[in-house]
């Protein structure tokens, strides 16, 4: 192999190191796309972190005692046939001491993305006076989601304010890398914020 052809092979395989490189440092920075918690006094918490993984029932009631709102609603798409998991959180927020009176469901039909459930969210928000809501989220929420989520609910008129549990948000960060559902969840909402861009619906 002459002097050139030696160049050549030393330049592509430091280029391709460097790619790598480049590659998993952007993999394990991901995590700095998310939106830190933000609460704030409103009239609603929607309950929106409604999984078995996370502990948002448990956050929900104790922004409840707090008395950060006073109402609480509890959302959610159907898990299977005529299964909503928001039936469930109502359930255990009552078991962790928040009134049943003042908890109420909302089922989300089965929509392509979040951003078409947003007139949802809104259309009941109205039907009950809110004027500010809190919506307790997955920890996963990117900083482009919660700006355009505030944005969507201002131009109703409502006060939005974007919050997830904290012990979530270490739990999932603790070794993402290292835990496939961790990986999983973290990439699957930044590949999902960005194909949401190209869709008016969802934006």
Same mark, same amino acid.
């Given at each position: 192999?002459?002097?050139?052809?030696?160049?050549?092979? +030393?330049?592509?395989?430091?280029?391709?190191?460097?790619?790598?490189?480049? =590659? $998993?440092?952007?993999?394990?920075? =991901?995590?700095?796309?998310?939106?830190?918690?933000? $609460?704030?006094?409103?009239?609603?918490?929607?309950?929106?972190?409604?999984?078995?993984?996370?502990?948002?029932?448990? #956050?929900?009631?104790?922004? #409840?005692?707090?008395?950060?709102?006073?109402?609480?609603?509890?959302?959610?798409?159907?898990?299977?046939?005529?299964? #909503?998991?928001?039936?469930?959180?109502?359930?255990? =927020?009552?078991?962790?001491?928040?009134?049943?009176?003042?908890?109420?469901?909302?089922?989300?039909?089965?929509?392509?993305?979040?951003?078409?459930?947003?007139?949802?969210?809104? *259309? +009941?928000?109205?039907?009950?006076?809110?004027?500010?809501?809190?919506?307790?989220?997955?920890?996963?929420?990117? +900083?482009?989601?919660?700006?355009?989520?505030? *944005?969507?609910?201002?131009?109703?008129? /409502?006060?939005?304010? /974007?919050?997830?549990?904290?012990?979530? +948000?270490?739990?999932?960060?603790?070794?993402?890398?290292?835990?496939?559902?961790?990986?999983?969840?973290?990439? =699957?909402?930044?590949?999902? *914020?960005?194909?949401?861009?190209?869709?008016?619906?969802?934006?």
């Amino acid at each position: 192999m002459n002097e050139r052809k030696k160049r050549v092979l +030393r330049r592509a395989l430091i280029t391709l190191a460097g790619l790598i490189l480049f =590659l $998993v440092g952007l993999f394990l920075s =991901l995590p700095l796309l998310f939106a830190p918690p933000d $609460v704030a006094p409103a009239d609603v918490i929607m309950h929106l972190a409604i999984e078995a993984r996370l502990h948002g029932d448990e #956050y929900v009631a104790r922004l #409840y005692a707090e008395g950060v709102a006073r109402k609480v609603i509890c959302a959610s798409s159907q898990a299977s046939w005529e299964v #909503y998991p928001a039936d469930y959180a109502r359930a255990h =927020l009552i078991e962790l001491g928040v009134r049943a009176d003042d908890i109420s469901v909302l089922h989300f039909p089965i929509t392509d993305c979040g951003g078409e459930v947003m007139p949802v969210l809104i *259309s +009941r928000l109205k039907e009950q006076g809110a004027k500010s809501v809190l919506l307790v989220v997955d920890p996963t929420v990117t +900083r482009f989601g919660r700006w355009r989520t505030r *944005s969507r609910f201002q131009e109703a008129g /409502i006060n939005a304010t /974007i919050t997830f549990a904290s012990e979530d +948000r270490r739990a999932m960060l603790d070794r993402w890398w290292r835990t496939h559902w961790k990986a999983q969840r973290i990439v =699957l909402t930044l590949m999902n *914020s960005s194909l949401d861009l190209l869709y008016a619906p969802c934006r």
